[in-house]
């Protein structure tokens, strides 16, 4: 016996649905009562006996022993107790009262002892009992809003009492038939079968009838106080409904008891007297529920088939049954049965006798042991007695008509046994019968024919047998087909003329079947008129079924064949007939005179009866079977279309018409007959279609005069289901087209004028039929709209002016009148809005089982279907006026339905549609519109704020709506076939043929994506509202609470967390689309900006969330299926997008607490992440002990490499493991009959968006309708073979089929990885940075590297997830460069290696992790060209991969990693050197780039020169170099206008970049000058125009501090300064000596010398950051130019004199331009000046982050680039004075006066104070910087030393120590920073300071140098060689220019005269010529401004800083000489 689906309807208590059992348990464990027990008990069994895993024996029956008192007693032993009641009183208020749990007794307020006492009174309950029962109450309070405390508890007792008797109903259920196929061992079975005996040992029969005895719901609703039952109806309602239940659970538990193991003696005869005192007490005087089952349990317990069934079938006796094994049971039986008591319903006793008089009859055929064997012969005598009391009428009228009953199979199958059993087993009382009701017949028709009055006391046994019969089985929901047991199928075959296709049964037909058909046929024979209905509706009721219709046609046309005699129930005869009064009624309306009365010929009541029979045995042949519709439509004798249509024309009853016109609707359902009925309805003229004026005829008429008039409507009912099944089967565009105009509109006028605008005001003797013709009308309206397709064609034919307008009328599909009225305030629209309102008030006060209650919820759906379309479809119409210009006027439907309401004078039409939800016991599909109407409600976002203004007006009922949602939402059923579900994931499912439990799940599927929908929408929205957030206040401010908190209602919210949780317990079963829109949800909240905050922490701190399902994960447990390519399952692309979801929230809650600094929680998740996935809840205990340690430190890690063989996976690996990277490819279909691009078009047409996803998947309906339109246009053109077509079509459907999986495959595929990267890059870049070991951290990224390079290098690999994949690479070498950018400590600059601290360096083990490269550049060459965003990724990752490998080379001062690389490298071959050369020339601007880095970084590190010889030999070289002069134009743009983008001065900087590098080697910058780089350069104009005046005032204007484009002038040194860094590569690695290079930048700077001399000559007031650094790269070059010139100069020879004069004049003007920097940056004071104005000094455009957060930072910057143009000038100075047959021999005047020290002025008194002017500075500058720098040098020193010891421990510094040296604008950031990255930050800090320092000291000791030469050699020549103006007497001699003056050696003293040339020049500078009183002057001053304390100090810097440099004693060397030189001229 199959378990029992109970359902029930308001209360959502139950555990049945296990609806909140979690959160019930988890308060109950405190409240030990009434209500928690049974609870607990209920979820027990339940989750054992249905689990699909092992439960534990021994805590099964644990519980099963703890709670047996309880299933006994079902409550009666917590009766009230006077003493109880008592202490409550006197104790409750005062000292209080012990509550289990509690740890001190608990007080009390008086009201509550008060309620407590009066739940005692009204349910005679244990007052403690009460007490626990109230507070029960308060806990669920949040779930019933509304209600209060004293009618909760009452609810919840009998909650309680509904759990015992489903705990008890399953235990016995499952011990008979669910554990033949259980999982679990014999254990169980015993441990069941045991316990149930037990129970029905101990009498639990008779407690349950003692419950059903005294439980009465109207006695316990009048005990309530008035003022407690706030919501009476709906109160009554549902808990009718809960008692309802109970009391059948514990009838079922008898009756199913009954069915598998007879009840004892004892409690039959129980069974029996209960039944004796019940009546039925139904309304419909129909027995209920409990009545049924307790008459079947009655039945069971005297089954005379478990005596056996006779010699004819052999059918063993049931030993275990009392009538088999108890002697005494029969007489105590028949003692009782026979009796002369009186019984509550003789019908009832009639049923009894019955099956009594069967068992007395088997017994009598059996040998049996009794006392008394005479009592057999009583068999007929009571089967007499039960048939004259009224046990059939009985059976007919209150059994089979009650509403449980064919609900049951069981059922119908004791009342079907009971049946045949009387038919088989009584076969000469059924003749007696039959031979009296034939006397009856004969009687009847003799009293007619005499005139008299029929008698009273005719025998009416036999109708009433046919009657039952015809009734019992005229309905078959469960499809038990057991009417064929009365159709002899072989017999029927054989001599009727079947085919024998139809057969059934095979072989000899059984002895049952052929005594049923002998019966069938015998009661047609010779049959009386008195018989003729019942016999006929006796065949009407085993028609039933296909294929018992057509054995039904078959004995039909058998007995029109003679096979009958003559039979009168005969084709023959009922066509015959139906002609012969056709005839006749015309015949006489013809022969009547006009004016006089008309005597048409009148049809008896008797004749009536017959033929509306003989019509229902006709309706139902014809619609259960097609074979006998076209037999009997093409049979040419009986033609039933003519002459039915005959009938309707004539005067004939209106309830005949109303069959013939059903007869005919059975006849529409078939496509062929449906075209000839349309034919005879246009021509029958039933509805006037001619324009006759507005006269009526036919049904108008008959509605309006006869209908009306008998308030009964059959006929106009049966006329709208003839348009129903008209308009399913054929529609006809062309109806009418010959006498009217074409289309449906008279009909559909009928429809809305005649019937349903006017249904409402007519008068019903039935007021059910009311609402059965509201929804048979509004059903057909519904598929009008349906099928309803607004097309511009529809509105441009009214258009007056539309051009394209066709002559030909078009037909307008019924649907767009009706569409046209819904969008405008119409009769029609109000009157569809008032079904919906009256349905929504009628549903609130009727019972489930009131008669008309189906009707008016069907009447109801499909007036809120017709809303749902109307909004579905009114955007497509608006579309559609606004493209056409059309002038239509309408209103949409989101408009109207926010109108006022006429019944209540509110705008609450949108109230009454949202409070269908609140329904409980009604058809879910009303729910399920509802739901859909809001969702295309809220569709349109203007109208959210009325929306919710709508529905939260009345807190109260916006609390029932929000219950009504919460309901629906819990409401899961867990049927068996969800998988099957699934397969249709990817189909569009119709919602008129969902099951029960798939439209309960579609409505929570649709209550979810209308809260996924609304979380969209600007905050506040209904979402928001039904989660629970304040939609009055602010949403953002909002603070969740658990139900029942701080008045907290149990929310939607509440209810998605509730299914998750129980999901997770019961190993999830749930729905898993369910669930994964569930964690959709949860993700949109944490996601959202307004809700994240409140729900992130009510997850967290209140239910343990992320915690919980984190342990769970991963949810898809065979990931092994990953390696499989065939179909995608839908189950698992469900469950990887929950995991999806779910590793989302997961994310944002790592960031969040990261954020909020909450270590703890981030631990924990951090620590489930990188946990093996076999840790369960319990394990996470060790978090607490791991916390001790600041770092993260488990075993969970499994990260330990030294246990790499043996390791487990951790779960972020099993995580990537559900993610399958292969997907298989899409076959090409081959295809005969339709085009291909044409399909491909179609699918495109037919996309949408797959479940609120972003999935894109063609809509299979949709797309099935296109290919059959296309399939008949194929057939009507050509003779096809349609059997090759359909293959086709079918293979092209389930190709679809397969797209759209693959699709949603893909779709899960890429959201499961990008959840799985969010939470990679979270754990990486926003946890704490001290949350892993160093170690542990390098293992975990390598391993994470190594797995996503591993899975994406694989073959076979999706495209769509490689570029997800490499942005993971791409995070993960982010995080690897942090981290080894910290741990791996660069030397600073300037440090000697005695100096570094050793113990801080980290080392990478670069033979592991060069396997990420070897995986990054297979990667690379895997990815296609057009993936350019992979390509992008894998670049970065590559260079940050380089990066590493440069710095560990750098600190580990060892250049073997980066040679191992470049091996790596070299081992692609030329492979990958094309790959990253192509997309440096043809890659889009990004890729190109990156592309130009890569190679600038590959170029750094290539030591073998490969890379470069191949950009030259393979011409890339040279094509990067045109790539620069094809931009000019360009790149000119930007700096004469404002840029539009600024991609290509990316590309020219990272081009020029790569150039750079390739200059800074020798053999690379010889490549760049053979590629001819610097003459094209030359050519170009993009770097010679300086921005304009105008531009630069425009972009002040407009430009703020934070604008991303950089000003006119940063954008042209953004052009420049590459320039000059490629000519000072080319000077570095080839010298200034060398001829090719200095010819071609010599020649550049004679082309630009407007660009070097404007930088040269700039004035300090436009100095910035970017101009000091121009200044100091022009300066650099004119330094290399000054180098190389002497030996440029010496090629020229004596035939290139002008080129060589022009050459000189360019030098020395060059000269001229830089020594007139010297007074301006060769000055310490000067210096000073500009760090003062560091402040106010741009430094925009400047990429040093560090720089533009610190104005102290940037101050240091400034400084050095200061020292670097100081030392580039001294550079100069010096390498000119070596040319000083172009230069001359001094550059500096003669004059030490500003250098000697004021207190040495005294030793010049008796000097001359010289004025003379001079064009060249003062020598005493340089003397000056000298005496600076070397004072600055040891204070700058002693600073790098103390920061340099800083560093070396900058691990350990206290917070105080590092704010001792950072500047203070950094310490104020520093205190913003997380703790996570202050460490790294103040490392990154104290490295640049420590940087800088060191350059500092390096930058003051050249300048020492360079200005400590050129003081040497002015001296040497002012001193030896320099001839005064005396001497030469005003005339200086020249020099000769062929005569190169050689530089003196150091050690040499002074020239020898001989080499002074005689014929100098006499146009030498100021500087070469000097007086007599200036020789005195400086000879005298030269030792005061040179004094031993300076000299000494110089030998010590050089000492110290100089030791490791390679001319060491240089200065040594200087100062001897300068002794010497000031020694000898003294």
Same mark, same amino acid.
């Given at each position: ?23 019930i ?35 099964f029956?644990t519980?099963?022993?703890?709670y ?5 007693s ?12 008592? &202490? ?34 009204i349910?005679?309950?244990?007052e403690y009992?009460?007490?626990?029962? +109230? ?6 309070k ?14 919840? #007792?009998?909650?309680?009492c ?11 259920q ?12 014999e ?17 639990i029969?008779a ?35 809960i ?10 538990c008898?009756?199913v ?11 039959s ?9 019940? %009546?039925?007490?139904? %309304?419909?005087d129909?027995l ?6 307790m008459?079947s349990?009655t ?13 004819n ?18 007489p ?17 006793r ?42 059939? $009428? ?12 064919y ?13 045949t ?8 009382k ?8 034939d ?36 309905t078959?929901?469960l499809n ?28 000899r ?9 002998k019966?069938?046929?015998?009661a ?10 019942p ?6 009721g ?5 294929q ?22 005969s ?17 006489s ?5 006009p ?42 004798? #009986?033609?039933?279309?003519p002459v ?12 005949l ?5 059903l ?30 004026g &507005?006269?009526?005829t036919?049904?108008e008429?008959?509605?309006?005069e006869?209908e009306?008039?008998h ?25 009418g ?7 449906f509109q ?21 007021p ?21 397709e ?35 305030p ?12 009256t ?6 006060e009727? +019972? ?13 759906l ?5 809303v ?13 006026l ?11 439907l ?8 006429p ?7 949108? +109230?009454?549609?949202?409070?269908f939800l609140?329904?409980?016991n ?32 009345t ?29 249709q ?8 043929i ?18 996924? #929908?609304?979380?969209d ?8 509202f039904?989660?629970?957030y304040?939609?009055? %206040?602010?949403?953002s ?23 998750l ?17 569930c ?13 994240c905050?409140a729900?992130?922490?009510?997850? $967290? ?43 989302? !929230?997961?994310?944002?809650e ?19 992440l ?26 969970f ?13 951790i ?9 399958n ?50 399939v ?22 389930k190709h ?8 949603c495959?893909?779709?899960a595929k890429?959201?499961a ?11 990486f ?15 975990l ?5 190594q ?13 769509e ?7 993971v ?15 791996m400590?660069?030397?600073p600059?300037g440090?000697?290696?005695?100096t ?6 980290y ?12 995986g ?7 990815s296609?060209?057009k ?24 600190s580990?001062?060892?250049?073997k ?47 073998q ?25 360009i790149?000119h ?9 600024m ?58 501090d ?19 860094e ?15 290079? #200095? ?14 001399y ?9 100095v910035?950051?970017m ?14 130019i ?10 020229f ?19 001229k331009?830089?020594l ?13 000046q500009?760090?003062k ?6 430094h ?25 143009? !100081? ?5 100069y ?21 500003k ?14 104070q ?6 060249w500075?003062?020598?005493?500058? +340089? ?7 070397v004072?600055?040098?040891?204070v700058?020193?002693?600073?790098y030393?103390?920061?340099?010891y ?14 001792d ?6 310490i ?9 990255n ?14 800088? %320092? ?17 003081v ?7 001193f030896f ?10 005339v ?9 003056l050689?530089l ?26 000097i ?14 401004c ?14 110290i800083f ?7 004693e ?5 100062i ?5 030189i ?5």
């Open positions: 016996m199959q378990v029992r689906r109970l359902t029930h309807n308001s209360l959502q208590l139950s555990g049945k649905r296990s609806k909140y059992r979690i959160s348990m988890a308060t109950l464990a405190e409240i030990r009562g009434v209500w928690g027990p049974s609870k607990e008990i209920w979820h027990v069994v339940e989750s054992t006996l249905t689990s699909d895993k092992l439960p534990d024996y021994h805590e029956d519980v099963l022993k703890k047996k008192p309880q299933l006994l079902l409550f009666s032993s917590s009766r009230r107790s006077a003493l109880d009641r008592k &202490n409550i009183q006197e104790h409750g208020a005062n000292s209080g009262i012990e509550v289990y749990g509690e740890p001190v007794p608990r007080i009390f307020s008086q009201p509550f002892i008060q309620e407590a006492l009066n739940l005692s009174d349910l005679d309950l244990n009992a009460s007490i626990e029962l +109230l507070l029960a109450s308060e806990h669920q949040p779930r019933f809003p509304g209600l209060q405390h004293l009618p909760l508890a009452i609810m919840l #007792y009998y909650d309680g509904r759990c015992l008797s489903y705990a008890l109903r399953l235990l016995i499952w011990r008979f038939d669910g554990s033949t196929d259980t999982d679990l061992g254990e169980f079975i015993e441990l069941v079968a045991r316990y149930t005996n037990d129970l029905m040992d101990e009498g029969t407690k349950i009838l003692d419950s059903l005895k005294t439980l009465k719901i109207d006695n316990i609703i009048s005990k309530i106080p008035p003022n407690q039952s706030t919501q009476s109806i709906k109160y009554r309602l549902q808990l009718n409904d008692l309802e239940e109970y009391t059948t659970s514990l009838a079922e008898l009756f008891w009954s069915f598998y193991k007879p009840l004892s003696k004892n409690d005869l129980k069974m029996i007297e209960y039944v004796k005192n019940r %009546k039925p007490s139904t %309304k419909d129909t209920n529920t409990v009545d049924v089952f008459l349990t039945l069971n317990c005297i089954d005379f088939e478990a005596l056996g069934t006779g010699e079938e052999n059918i063993p006796s049931d030993t275990s049954h009392p009538l088999v094994n108890d002697t005494t049971f029969i105590e039986m028949h003692a009782v049965l026979s009796a002369n008591a009186s019984w509550e319903d003789e019908g009832l009639g049923v009894i006798l019955m099956a009594w008089s069967l068992v007395l009859r088997v017994c009598s055929q059996q040998t049996i042991n009794i006392d008394n064997p005479e009592m057999l012969e009583d068999d007929e005598v009571i089967l007499e007695y039960a048939i004259r009391i009224g046990a059939l $009428r009985f059976l007919r009228h209150k059994v089979i008509k009650s509403r449980i009953f609900n049951e199979e069981f059922l119908v199958r004791r009342i079907h046994s009971l049946i059993g009387v038919i088989i087993l009584m076969p000469l059924i003749k007696e019968l039959r031979n009296a009701a006397e009856s017949a004969r009687i009847q028709q003799a009293t007619m024919l005499e005139g008299h009055k029929e008698p009273t006391d005719l025998r009416m046994e036999f109708s009433d047998f046919l009657y039952l019969i015809g009734e019992l089985y005229k078959d929901p038990l087909q057991l009417n064929l047991e009365y159709w002899c199928q072989t017999d029927i075959a054989t001599t009727y003329g079947g085919p024998s296709t139809t057969v059934g049964y095979r072989g037909p059984s002895y049952r079947q052929v005594n049923l058909f019966f069938v046929r015998l047609g024979d010779l049959l009386p008129a008195f018989l003729y209905v016999y006929v509706e006796m065949l009407t085993l028609a039933t079924g296909s018992a219709a057509y054995f039904c046609y078959l004995i039909l046309k058998s007995n029109s064949s003679g096979h009958g005699g003559g039979a009168s129930v084709w023959d005869h009922i066509f015959y007939s139906f002609k012969s009064y056709y005839v006749s009624l015309r015949e309306v013809s022969r009547s005179v004016g006089q009365s008309q005597q048409v010929h009148q049809i008896t009541p008797e004749e009536l009866a017959a033929l509306e029979a003989v019509l229902r045995l006709m309706q139902r042949i014809i619609e259960q079977d097609e074979t006998a519709r076209m037999a009997l439509y093409e049979n040419q004798v #009986y033609m039933p279309l039915l249509f005959g009938l309707l024309g004539c005067v004939v009853p209106f309830t018409k109303a069959e013939i016109l007869t005919l609707a059975g006849f529409s359902k078939s496509q062929e007959i449906a075209p000839g009925v349309w034919q005879y309805l246009e021509s029958s003229q039933i509805i006037r279609t001619n324009s006759d &507005n006269r009526k036919g049904i008429v008959e509605l309006t006869i009306s008039k308030e009964t409507y059959p006929e106009t009912r049966a006329f709208i289901t003839l348009l129903d099944n008209l308009t399913d089967a054929f529609y006809p565009s062309t109806i087209t010959s006498a009217r105009e074409t289309g008279p009909y559909l006028k009928f429809l809305l004028e005649d019937v349903f605008l006017k249904f409402d005001t007519r008068q019903y003797r039935n059910s039929e009311k609402w059965q013709i509201a929804s048979l009308v509004l059903k057909i309206f519904e598929k009008f709209m349906r099928n309803y607004p097309v511009p064609e529809f509105f441009l034919e009214s258009q007056p002016d539309n051009p394209n307008m066709s002559t030909d009328p078009i037909v307008k599909p019924p649907g767009h009148e009706l569409f046209l009225r819904m969008l405008q119409t009769p029609v629209l109000r009157l569809v809005l008032s079904v919906i309102y349905a929504c008030n009628g549903l609130d009727l +019972l489930s089982s009131a008669a008309g209650r189906d009707f008016l919820e069907e009447a109801a499909y007036a809120l279907r017709l749902e379309l109307s909004l579905l479809l009114e955007k497509q119409l608006l579309r559609i606004r493209s056409y210009d059309i002038s239509l006027v309408v209103t949409p989101s408009i109207l339905l926010l109108n006022v309401n019944h209540t004078g509110n705008t609450d039409h949108l +109230l009454y549609i949202a409070r609140t329904h409980g009604t058809n879910s599909s009303l729910s399920l519109s509802a739901v859909h109407i809001l969702y295309h409600m809220c569709r349109s976002s203007m109208l959210q704020s009325d929306i919710i203004t709508v529905l939260t007006n807190p109260e009922i916006a609390l029932e709506i929000m219950k009504g949602f919460v309901e629906h939402l819990e409401t899961l059923h867990n049927e068996p076939n969800i998988l099957q579900d699934l397969d994931e990817y189909i569009e499912r119709d919602e008129n969902l099951t029960t439990s798939q439209t309960h799940t579609a409505v929570s599927e649709s209550i979810l994506e209308l809260l996924l #929908y609304c979380l929408l600007p905050a506040p929205s209904l979402a928001h039904l989660l629970g304040d939609v009055r %206040k602010s949403v401010k909002t603070i969740l609470q658990d139900p029942g908190i701080l008045g907290t209602p149990y929310t939607c919210l509440h209810a998605i967390l509730g299914i949780q129980r999901n997770l317990d019961n190993g999830f079963k749930e729905s898993p689309q369910i669930i994964e829109e964690y959709h949800v949860i993700y949109k909240l944490c996601s959202s900006t307004e809700t905050n729900t992130i922490r009510y997850l $967290r701190n209140n239910h343990e969330f992320f915690t919980k399902h984190l342990i769970k994960m991963p949810f898809i447990e065979d990931i092994h299926i990953r390696d499989e390519l065939d179909t995608p399952d839908p189950f698992k692309v469900i469950m990887l997008l929950q995991q999806s979801w779910l590793l989302k !929230c997961i994310a944002l790592l960031r969040s607490t990261s954020l909020n600094r909450q270590r703890s929680d981030t631990h924990n998740l951090v620590e489930l990188v946990s093996s996935s076999d840790n369960t809840e319990d394990d996470v205990g060790s978090i607490s002990t791991a916390l001790e340690s600041k770092t993260f430190i488990s075993e890690s499994c990260l330990d490499t030294g246990r790499a063989s043996h390791q487990k996976k779960r972020l690996f099993y995580l990537l493991d559900c993610i990277m292969k997907q298989d490819i899409e076959t090409d279909l081959q295809l005969e009959f339709f085009d291909p691009i044409a399909l491909e078009q179609a699918v495109q047409s037919c996309q949408q968006v797959w479940r609120q996803n972003n999935a894109k998947i063609c809509n299979i309906n949709t797309f099935r309708q296109i290919i059959q339109e296309e008949n246009n194929i057939l009507s053109k050509a003779t096809i073979d349609k059997e090759r077509l359909n293959k086709e079509v079918q293979a092209l459907l679809v089929l397969l797209m759209n999986s693959r699709q495959a893909l779709y890429l959201q990885f990008e959840a799985w990267q969010e939470v990679v890059e979270i754990i870049g926003a946890c704490p940075f001290d949350l892993f070991q160093p170690k542990m951290r390098e293992d990224l390598l391993r994470l590297l797995e996503i390079l591993d899975r994406c290098c694989k073959d076979g690999t999706m495209s997830i490689q570029g997800p994949a490499a942005g690479v791409l995070a993960l070498m982010t995080q690897f460069r942090k981290f080894t950018s910290f741990k400590k660069d030397k600059f440090l000697e290696s005695s570094v601290d050793n113990k801080a360096e080392t990478i083990s670069f033979s592991t992790f060069r396997d990420v490269l070897k990054i550049l297979d990667f690379i060459l895997r296609s060209g993936q350019q965003r992979v390509r992008m990724n894998l670049y970065v990752a590559l260079l940050y991969y380089l990066q590493i490998s440069l710095d560990a080379s750098k580990l001062e060892s250049k990693n980066g040679n191992d690389d470049m091996m790596v490298l070299y081992s692609y071959g030329e492979v990958i050197m094309d790959v990253i050369c192509r997309d440096a020339c043809d890659a889009p601007d990004i890729g190109m780039t990156l592309a130009f880095t890569v190679l600038d970084v590959i170029v750094s590190m290539d030591w020169k490969r890379w470069i010889d191949y950009l030259d030999v393979k011409g890339y070289l040279r094509h990067f170099i045109e790539g620069i002069v094809r931009s000019d134009e790149l743009t930007l700096t004469v206008s404002a840029p539009i983008s991609k290509p001065l990316y590309i020219y900087e990272s081009k020029m970049a790569l150039l750079a590098r390739i200059s800074s080697s020798e053999h690379g910058a010889e490549a760049v000058l053979r590629s001819g780089l610097i003459p094209m350069l030359t050519e170009c104009k993009f770097y010679t125009s300086r921005p304009s005046e105008q531009l630069i005032a425009s972009e002040g204007t407009t430009n703020d934070e604008s991303f484009t950089p000003d006119a002038v940063d954008r042209h040194r953004q052009l420049l300064f590459p320039i000059l490629i000519i000072l590569s080319i000077f570095s690695s080839l010298g200034s000596k060398h001829r090719e290079a #200095y010819s071609q930048i010599l020649n550049f700077v004679r082309q630009n010398l407007s660009i070097f404007a930088t040269l000559r700039n004035d300090n007031a436009n910035s950051l101009s000091l650094k121009q200044l100091s790269l022009v300066s650099t070059i004119i330094y290399h000054g180098d190389g010139s002497s030996t440029w100069y010496s090629q020879g004596s035939s290139d004199h002008d080129a060589q004069k022009q050459y000189r004049n360019f030098l020395l003007q060059l000269q331009n830089v007139s920097l010297i007074p301006r940056f060769c000055s310490h004071h000067q210096w000073n500009f760090i104005r560091a402040s106010v000094i741009s925009h455009g400047y990429s040093n982050p560090l720089i533009e957060s610190s104005q102290e930072i940037c101050k240091q910057e400034i400084k050095l680039l200061l020292q670097q143009i !100081c030392l580039n000038i001294t550079a100075c010096r390498a000119t004075l070596a040319g000083t047959d172009i230069y001359g021999s001094a550059c500096f005047s003669p004059s030490l006066t250098a000697v020290p004021p207190e040495l002025s005294a030793a010049r008194k008796g000097l001359s010289l004025k003379k002017l001079s064009q500075p003062d020598l005493s500058i +340089l003397i000056q910087l000298l005496k600076d720098c004072e600055n040098f040891s700058t020193f002693d600073v030393k103390k920061y340099l800083k560093w070396n421990d900058s691990a350990d510094l206290m917070s105080e120590e590092w704010k040296f950072l500047p203070e604008d950094m104020l950031m520093l205190e913003g920073k997380l703790n996570k202050r460490h790294q930050f103040i490392y990154t800090l104290m490295t640049k300071v420590v940087n800088n %320092k060191g350059k500092e000291i390096t930058n003051y000791f050249y300048i020492i140098e360079n200005s400590l030469y050129v040497w050699h002015h001296l040497e020549y002012f060689r320099c001839p005064t103006l005396d001497e030469y007497t005003g200086l001699i020249s020099r000769r220019a062929e005569v190169p050689k003196r050696k150091l050690h040499d003293i002074s020239l020898p005269r001989s080499s002074v040339i005689e014929d100098e020049s006499a146009n030498k500078s100021d500087s070469e010529r007086t007599k009183e200036e020789y005195e002057q400086i000879k005298t001053d030269a030792p005061l040179l004094n031993d304390s300076l000299l000494q100090k110089m030998n010590e810097i050089e000492d100089g030791k490791d440099k390679s001319r060491l240089f200065i040594h060397a200087l001897r000489n300068l002794k010497r000031m020694k000898m001229s003294n």
